[in-house]
T-cell receptor, first 117, second 120 residues
């Protein structure tokens, strides 16, 4: 079974500053994907960034980047130049490449990020 | 416009009643999913379906049932056996990553807007 843990229930950052959200996971699989999802107050789930486990290079998407440490099973999200619109709940998620599991996602508990003006 | 719709947005139910949540997609996706969201617990998988007329239990299937008679529809029934049904329910769909035993790479899950169910 896979588990995903986010140890920071809440975080805050000043506008234009940088913040890092933490995530750890546990799995016995070697082939998998990791994700960060954003859920703003509208509650619509939005994919922010994804990382393939077989890729050593950390994924980046504009102001969002990850620090993927496979051996440590750590997957943190860095948000640079934080904007007010980044205020949301952020979920770390995992999916293993197993045919019988489809593409089911396992989510962490979430981190509520507030960007202050 | 292509997308996923869930209805209703808010649903109230009396204890002991079954209720069905609707999920429809016009993205031509094979795979569909139901997740439950509770405060402090993130999203948990209830059921998923990779193809019409087939579905699999997720992590918290007890007290729920689903059907997949059409590719575009994946309704979720919350039965009276579900002890604590008050929650936010999210439906998602994706292109199935597996075909005849071959993995074609991860395909993003697209989420609907959700249904908030409250048991009175």
């Amino acid at each position: 079974a896979q588990t995903v843990t986010q140890s920071q229930p809440e975080m805050s950052v000043q506008e234009a500053e940088t913040v890092t959200l933490s995530c750890t996971y546990d799995t016995s699989e070697n082939n998998y994907y990791l994700f960060w999802y954003k859920q703003p107050p509208s509650r619509q789930m939005i994919l922010v960034i994804r990382q393939e486990a077989y890729k050593q290079q950390n994924a980046t998407e504009n102001r969002f980047s990850v620090n993927f440490q496979k051996a440590a099973k750590s997957f943190s999200l860095k948000i640079s130049d934080s904007q007010l619109g980044d205020t949301a709940m952020y979920f770390c998620a995992f999916t293993a490449v197993i045919e019988t599991s489809g593409s089911r996602l396992t989510f962490g508990e979430g981190t509520q990020l507030t960007v202050n003006p | 416009d292509g997308g996923i719709t869930q209805s209703p947005k808010y649903l109230f139910r009396k204890e002991g009643q079954n209720v069905t949540l609707s999920c429809e997609q016009n993205l031509n996706h094979d795979a569909m999913y139901w997740y439950r969201q509770d405060p402090g617990q993130g999203l948990r998988l209830i059921y998923y379906s990779q193809i019409v007329n087939d579905f699999q239990k997720g992590d918290i299937a007890e007290g729920y049932s689903v059907s997949r008679e059409k590719k575009e529809s994946f309704p979720l029934t919350v039965t009276s056996a579900q002890k604590n049904p008050t929650a936010f329910y999210l439906c998602a769909s994706s292109i199935d990553s597996w075909t005849s035993g071959t993995y074609w790479g991860y395909n993003e899950q697209f989420f609907g807007p959700g249904t908030r169910l409250t048991v009175l």
